[in-house]
């Protein structure tokens, strides 16, 4: 498995089979292996005890998300980790679980609907072409 993390600024080009996706500089990629396994990777409650919170987004790049991220990062101290386009796939599965028990945790203090707040917002600014 590899995903993405948009923490850290790197150039890389990701090629899966025939499928070649470039990434802005901003983006990182992260693989199971460099981060512990994938069973690390989605702990959840691990990472709320150390405050080291991901968000996973699966399916097909988006012309917003440098900006989602951006906007997860600093709102809502969120790493957003892009892991590809593998929506049945069991790290897709455990991603969804993982964002699940994040963003619960996370509503507390942001209110319900605060991804699909960060979502059109990363949509309004890519729009107007804002620097995330």
């Known amino acids: ?16 089979a025939t499928l070649v996706v470039f990434l802005p500089a901003s983006l990182e990629i992260v693989g ?16 709320i005890a150390a405050s080291d919170l ?6 097909q ?6 900006y989602f991220a951006a ?4 709102s809502y101290d969120l ?6 386009c593998a929506p049945e ?4 599965k ?3 679980a993982y964002n699940s028990e994040i963003v619960s945790h996370l509503q507390k203090k942001h209110g319900k609907d605060f991804i699909a707040k960060a979502e059109e917002e990363a949509k309004s600014r890519f729009k107007e072409r804002k620097k995330p």
């Open 54 to 59: 991901k968000y996973f987004i699966v399916g």
């Open 1 to 16: 498995m590899v995903a993405v993390n948009v923490t850290a600024p790197m150039n890389k080009v990701l090629s899966f």
């Open 79 to 84: 790493k957003a980790v892009f892991l590809g």
């Open 32 to 47: 199971a292996e460099s981060s512990g396994g994938s069973r690390d990777l989605f702990d959840a409650k691990k990472d």
């Open 61 to 66: 790049p988006m012309a917003h998300d440098e």
């Open 94 to 96: 455990d991603a969804a």
């Open 71 to 74: 906007i997860l990062r600093d």
């Open 89 to 92: 796939s069991e790290e897709a």
